[in-house]
Every structure is written in C-alpha cells, then in structure tokens.
C-alpha cells in the first residue's frame, strides 16, 4: 500500500461508512463538469452528510497536503468544479436542508448542496422569494452560486449572488471554521462574505449560508420583441437603459438560440427574427402600469419586427421556458459546444455582436448568441463537433478572440461562469501584476497550501493558450485529459 492509500485508509477511518467512495464507475460521474469537453479522473469522492463530515475531509486534506474541490450539481461552465489530479472531490449534494426561514427579517439559512428554486419553492409561502435566477436553477446549488457569485436574468435589478449573501459558516483551506457575517441584513465591518462569494472554491467551503429574500413582485410585464438583426436587438437595449427604465430583465437571443429553443419547447417565438429581446418590467402595480406606457412608447421607436406581450401567467412563462432552456436546447443542433461569459459595456452591445459574428465568419464556427443584455453579460455558444479534427481548436480559437474584444472593449473576462480553467490564461490581461499578486496573498490567508480548488483561477509561468492547436496546453501539463 503507497503513502497515498494509506492516507485514503485513514479518511475513511474518520468517516462513516460509504462516505469515500474510489471505485472507478462511480467516481465517472464527477471526472466533468458542465465543460464537457475535458475531464480529470478524482482519486476519490468524498460524499459527507453533515457540516462535520465536511470539515473532518477538509482537515485530512489540509494534514496530508492532498488537494480538493467542492461540488454541487456540477453545472459550472469553466471548469470551476474540475477535479484536481491526486486529488479528491467532496461532493456537497446531500447537505441539502434548509435549516431556518425566517419571514419576518426575510433571511433564510441554508447548506451548500441546496437547489437554488428549492429556496423561492420554500419561501413562497410567505410571499417570497430568492432573486439570483441563472438559467440551470433547477438543479444548481448555492454553495455553487456562492462561489461563482452567480447572477441570472434577473440580475439587472437584483444584483448577483454576493448582494443577497448576508452571512455563512465555513471551513476554510487551512481547516480553520469561520462564521462571516450575520443574520441582520444590516451587519457592520468587513464584508466577509462578499469576499467569500465569487472565490471559486479557492478559500474552502461555505458548510451553512445565510441568504436575503425579497418580497415577491406584485405585477409583472413581460414583452417578446423580434427584430431584423442582432445589433437593433442590442441597441434597444441602450434605449431602454437610456430612458430610465430599470426592467427586472432583459435578455436577448439570436436566430441561432431561437432554432434551439423551438426544436426544444416549441416556445412560439416569431418566426423570421435575425434576434429577440425579452424584457420583464415587474414591482407595485401602479408603477409596472406606468413604465408599460414608458417601455411600448421606447420599443416602438427601435424599428421591431414584432411585439409580443404576454396577457396570462401561461404566456409570460412560455416566454421564459424559451430562454431558461437554451444551453440545454442547444444539444438540438449541434453535437457538442463551449460557452463563453464575457462582458462589455452595454453601450457597446451591438457593436461586439457584430464583431462576434464577424470572428464566426472568419474561423468558420456557427456561434449562437444568448445573454442578460442589460449588464452587457454575453453568453455566445461556439457550435462544433468533437469528431470532426481541428474543429475543438477552431472552437477554442473563436473563444479566445471573443474574451479579447470583452477586455479591449474596457469589459470583463467573466460575469458569472468565473475564470475557472477555462480563462485563467486572459487573468493578467484584465489586471496588472500587483493585482494579481494581491489575489495570490488573499488567496494564501485562507488556504496556505493551495490544496482548495488547486490550479483554478491563477495563471503560472506555464499559464495554457486557448488558441493553440492540437494537443490543450493543461494536458500536456498533465492537468486534464480530453476525450
């Protein structure tokens, strides 16, 4: 037996039963995450069913050095959730409670391996609800929004995950527990938690986590714009900025995204639209009456080709089931696809449309093009198929081209995927080397030994280029492997 079983050996001796698993068919399912096209076998998952569990697996780790990633459901579009070589995944899924609502100071106390509508689902009730919405909330987790500080379409009005994270207990790289934050929506001094949220796993583990709820809106006016090309799409949104209006969403897809979204759902989008806008104006009822005169007076002068609003509850959500279900719908027309999560100044939407569809053109890769268009957060889909040679490396070609105009743009490498494995590479283009250094040094207060989510985030001397053919640069770091 090696010094690496020994130590499993030792693990499993702290843990009940069950709880370490290292047979090679189980553990297949965590080799990926939400980025398909690579994958890394885990030396083993690890599978706690309390806050204690967790902490104990994460001491082990810190005591042998033996690296580790969190995880929930998986959905993570960078790599984020990747495992590390020689090192062991803990998987989060079973901390699944929600240990307290509290509906008068609207705060709800949660574990980690929680799905995000399960918190609105509870909260309901007591006529609330949880804000950050990404596309995948049926199944992703909190601990997983908290540590990519996830947004959603509605995080126009809303914010992301870190505006509705007031507290949490967790347990930190080094083993040490921590408690940041409080209950009070109003707590005073650092803002702890909102350094934790959006750490991508690099500091530890979030074991319990204090959320904001919000009342849930009053009315809502949801309206399905078509227009003739995707930078009108992109310049209605500027208008509707411009106007003063501040719509709960608004997100815009391609012709691409729509032919995916009807072979999905058959959500009834117009038919011949190059793009359509969705914008939810939502709030007291006297108010959403007020800015529906507003909006139809501003769409009106973007030239639409058609104006649909939703009348019933059945029309709004047929609208939404179209646009919650792209990433997934995309599988209808085209085997495989990497996402991208760059972002740039809403006033220059249309113009990176247009640059997106120009790099399509000259690589030869379809791109479909869906993203919360008020705060400039693209989410392009790069179409290619694995089995056909060179187009992965085209694909990671028309990637890396569209991250370099977000950042010459004067935007950023990432809304809400985070930098994961997949744009780590672009990290010192977007800040300076002091930055950087202070990333590092923040990092290391927490975690030490780097053993939390090892190799995610920061580039290194050997740091991997998306645009290089053949063989991905972290395989031939002996990182990852590719199928």
């Given at each position: 037996?090696?010094?690496?079983?020994?130590?499993?050996?030792?693990?499993?001796?702290?843990?009940?039963?069950?709880?370490?698993?290292?047979?090679?068919?189980?553990n297949a399912a965590f080799e990926s995450d939400g980025l398909t096209a690579f994958h890394q076998k885990p030396l083993?998952?690890?599978?706690?069913?309390?806050?204690?569990?967790?902490?104990?697996?994460?001491?082990?780790?810190?005591?042998?050095?033996?690296?580790?990633?969190?995880?929930?459901?998986?959905?993570?579009?960078?790599?984020?959730?990747?495992?590390?070589?020689?090192?062991?995944?803990?998987?989060?899924?079973?901390?699944?409670?929600?240990?307290?609502?509290?509906?008068?100071?609207?705060?709800?106390?949660?574990?980690?391996?929680?799905?995000?509508?399960?918190?609105?689902?509870?909260?309901?009730?007591?006529?609330?609800?949880?804000?950050?919405?990404?596309?995948?909330?049926?199944?992703?987790?909190?601990?997983?929004?908290?540590?990519?500080?996830?947004?959603?379409?509605?995080?126009?009005?809303?914010?992301?995950?870190?505006?509705?994270?007031?507290?949490?207990?967790?347990?930190?790289?080094?083993?040490?527990?921590?408690?940041?934050?409080?209950?009070?929506?109003?707590?005073?001094?650092?803002?702890?938690?909102?350094?934790?949220?959006?750490?991508?796993?690099?500091?530890?583990?979030?074991?319990?986590?204090?959320?904001?709820?919000?009342?849930?809106?009053?009315?809502?006016?949801?309206?399905?714009?078509?227009?003739?090309?995707?930078?009108?799409?992109?310049?209605?949104?500027?208008?509707?900025?411009?106007?003063?209006?501040?719509?709960?969403?608004?997100?815009?897809?391609?012709?691409?995204?729509?032919?995916?979204?009807?072979?999905?759902?058959?959500?009834?989008?117009?038919?011949?639209?190059?793009?359509?806008l969705i914008v939810e104006l939502e709030g007291p009822r006297e108010r959403v009456q007020y800015e529906t005169r507003?909006?139809?007076?501003?769409?009106?002068?973007?030239?639409?080709?058609?104006?649909?609003?939703?009348?019933?509850?059945?029309?709004?959500?047929?609208?939404?089931?179209?646009?919650?279900?792209?990433?997934?719908?995309?599988?209808?027309?085209?085997?495989?696809?990497?996402?991208?999560?760059?972002?740039?100044?809403?006033?220059?939407?249309?113009?990176?449309?247009?640059?997106?569809?120009?790099?399509?053109?000259?690589?030869?890769?379809?791109?479909?093009?869906?993203?919360?268009?008020?705060?400039?957060?693209?989410?392009?889909?790069?179409?290619?198929?694995?089995?056909?040679?060179?187009?992965?490396?085209?694909?990671?070609?028309?990637?890396?081209?569209?991250?370099?105009?977000?950042?010459?743009?004067?935007?950023?490498?990432?809304?809400?995927?985070?930098?994961?494995?997949?744009?780590?590479?672009?990290?010192?283009?977007?800040?300076?080397?002091?930055?950087?250094?202070?990333?590092?040094?923040?990092?290391?207060?927490?975690?030490?030994?780097?053993?939390?989510?090892?190799?995610?985030?920061?580039?290194?001397?050997?740091?991997?280029?998306?645009?290089?053919?053949?063989?991905?640069?972290?395989?031939?770091?002996?990182?990852?492997?590719?199928?």
């Amino acid at each position: 037996m090696n010094s690496t079983q020994q130590a499993l050996a030792r693990l499993t001796q702290l843990l009940p039963p069950d709880r370490v698993r290292q047979d090679a068919a189980f553990n297949a399912a965590f080799e990926s995450d939400g980025l398909t096209a690579f994958h890394q076998k885990p030396l083993a998952v690890v599978i706690p069913e309390s806050s204690d569990e967790v902490i104990r697996t994460v001491r082990w780790c810190h005591d042998e050095a033996i690296p580790f990633v969190a995880r929930g459901s998986g959905t993570s579009l960078s790599g984020g959730s990747l495992p590390v070589a020689n090192g062991i995944v803990i998987a989060l899924n079973r901390l699944n409670k929600i240990l307290d609502l509290d509906p008068v100071n609207r705060t709800a106390v949660v574990e980690p391996g929680v799905v995000n509508i399960k918190v609105t689902e509870a909260a309901s009730k007591h006529g609330l609800y949880f804000a950050p919405d990404p596309s995948s909330q049926t199944v992703c987790t909190i601990g997983g929004n908290v540590a990519f500080n996830s947004g959603g379409a509605h995080c126009l009005k809303y914010g992301m995950t870190s505006n509705h994270v007031v507290g949490m207990k967790a347990v930190l790289g080094n083993g040490e527990c921590v408690e940041f934050g409080s209950a009070s929506t109003d707590a005073i001094g650092a803002d702890f938690p909102g350094l934790f949220t959006g750490s991508e796993g690099l500091f530890g583990i979030a074991t319990e986590i204090t959320l904001r709820l919000l009342p849930k809106p009053e009315q809502f006016h949801t309206v399905l714009v078509g227009y003739r090309s995707l930078q009108a799409a992109g310049d209605a949104v500027s208008a509707v900025i411009e106007s003063g209006l501040l719509p709960g969403a608004m997100e815009i897809m391609d012709a691409l995204s729509i032919e995916a979204a009807e072979a999905a759902v058959k959500c009834g989008y117009p038919k011949g639209c190059a793009a359509v806008l969705i914008v939810e104006l939502e709030g007291p009822r006297e108010r959403v009456q007020y800015e529906t005169r507003q909006l139809s007076e501003v769409i009106a002068r973007t030239d639409p080709f058609a104006v649909h609003v939703a009348t019933t509850l059945a029309e709004r959500l047929a609208i939404w089931k179209g646009r919650k279900c792209v990433f997934s719908a995309v599988g209808h027309i085209s085997p495989d696809f990497l996402v991208q999560d760059g972002v740039v100044p809403r006033n220059r939407l249309g113009e990176a449309l247009v640059r997106i569809q120009q790099i399509s053109r000259d690589v030869g890769i379809r791109v479909a093009n869906v993203f919360h268009a008020g705060d400039g957060n693209l989410h392009p889909m790069i179409l290619y198929d694995g089995n056909v040679a060179g187009e992965f490396d085209r694909a990671e070609e028309v990637c890396s081209r569209i991250i370099k105009v977000c950042i010459e743009m004067g935007g950023s490498i990432t809304g809400e995927h985070g930098v994961g494995m997949e744009k780590r590479e672009f990290l010192p283009d977007m800040f300076d080397p002091a930055t950087v250094d202070l990333f590092h040094r923040i990092r290391r207060a927490f975690d030490p030994l780097e053993i939390a989510n090892r190799g995610k985030m920061f580039p290194g001397a050997d740091a991997p280029s998306l645009s290089m053919s053949g063989l991905h640069p972290l395989e031939k770091q002996g990182v990852i492997s590719r199928e």
